[in-house]
């Protein structure tokens, strides 16, 4: 797939771990983990929106394209 999930990296920057993200977030730990891990095929604006607010970010700093 070309886009790439970056949250591991945006979650190391800011010193969150994935159980006071999920927390903050409002979803479970295995969800977030498998975004963290990039094993997710979508993703709600509304997640994308809490995850942006919760580690005070823009979506591109989560979201990569990489062409393939």
Not at 21 to 31: D, F, Q, S
Not at 32 to 41: A, E, F, Q, R, V
Not at 42 to 66: H, V, W
């Amino acid at each position: 797939m070309a886009i790439i999930l970056r949250l591991d990296r945006v979650m190391a920057d800011r010193k969150m771990s994935l159980n006071e993200l999920a927390e903050k977030v409002g979803i479970t730990n295995v969800n977030l983990s498998k975004m963290k891990t990039g094993k997710i095929s979508a993703i709600r604006f509304s997640t994308l929106d809490a995850i942006c607010k919760a580690l005070d970010c823009q979506p591109g700093d989560i979201l990569e394209y990489k062409p393939e």
